[in-house]
């Protein structure tokens, strides 16, 4: 069964970064586009990045653009969140999760397929 593990969260003081890592197992991620989300205490799980099975198109939310990042490297099997200029809003727990298609991520409220693993936790706080 294809999992992905997210790993990278911790507690980091605002203005500071982070780097998060979406890693599959029992398979690949080469073929999926990738989402990251978010979900704040409270909320409903957001969508916060997504990048297209090739790389070629990225997209974020409005609240992230110009602060984060998303890559892949497919030869390691894993997706990639480079977090900067980290806000106390940024902080929830960060999942990883395919999408259904590569469109999918072009769309202003992508959503990941029932993959969902365990995410990790960022907090940003002084």
């Known amino acids: 069964q294809l999992q992905f593990v997210e790993s990278g969260g911790g507690l980091v003081q605002p203005g500071g970064s982070l780097r998060l890592s979406c890693a599959a197992s029992?398979?690949?991620?080469?073929?999926?586009?990738i989402g990251w989300f978010r979900q704040a205490p409270g909320t409903d799980r957001d969508g916060v990045s997504c990048?297209?099975?090739?790389?070629?198109?990225?997209n974020y939310a409005d609240s992230v653009k110009g602060r984060f990042t998303i890559s892949r490297d497919n030869a390691k099997n894993t997706v990639y969140l480079q977090m900067n200029s980290l806000k106390p809003e940024d902080t929830g727990v960060y999942y990883c999760?395919?999408?259904?298609?590569?469109?999918?991520?072009?769309?202003?409220?992508?959503?990941?397929?029932?993959?969902w693993g365990k995410g990790t936790l960022v907090t940003v706080s002084s």
């Open positions: 990048i297209t099975s090739s790389g070629g198109n990225t």
């Open positions: 999760a395919p999408l259904y298609n590569d469109a999918a991520c072009g769309t202003e409220y992508f959503y990941g397929m029932d993959y």
């Open positions: 029992g398979g690949t991620l080469e073929y999926y586009a």
